[in-house]
């Protein structure tokens, strides 16, 4: 059974920083897991995701320049830091991963396995 479990939300003031993690279980074998965030009243974000053959890293224009992510194989294990966090970042933020490749890793609808989440909120 796959699972994908996040962990590392939380409430910050404008300008801090988070680091999310997600822990994969039950698959090894996919091409990329990324972040996907879903604000209130809005749709889903794909906001990064990073491939796992070659580890190549994506952003959307949103979060470039202030969020990185990165893995961990040996721990089949996923990571977003995120800095200078600002209200629009507000959130529930999903990892997920893509199966098979594609061109586009940053269409959410390609995700196929989803955690549950994790809220991050930036407010003064």
């Known amino acids: 059974q796959v699972q994908l479990v996040e962990s590392g939300g939380g409430s910050v003031q404008p300008g801090g920083s988070l680091k999310l993690t997600c822990v994969v279980s039950?698959?090894?074998?996919?091409?990329?897991i990324g972040w996907i965030r879903q604000a209130p009243g809005k749709e889903h974000e794909a906001v990064s995701c990073?491939?796992?053959?070659?580890?190549?890293?994506f952003y959307s224009d949103a979060v470039k320049g202030r969020f990185t992510m990165s893995r961990d194989s040996a721990k089949n294990t996923a990571y977003l830091q995120m800095n200078n966090l600002i209200p629009e970042d507000t959130g529930v933020y999903f990892c997920?991963?893509?199966?098979?490749?594609?061109?586009?890793?940053?269409?959410?609808?390609?995700?196929?396995?989803w955690g549950r989440g994790t809220q991050v909120t930036v407010s003064s």
């Open positions: 990073i491939t796992t053959k070659v580890d190549w890293d």
């Open positions: 997920a991963i893509i199966e098979r490749p594609t061109a586009t890793p940053l269409r959410y609808s390609l995700y196929t396995k």
């Open positions: 039950g698959i090894h074998d996919y091409y990329a």
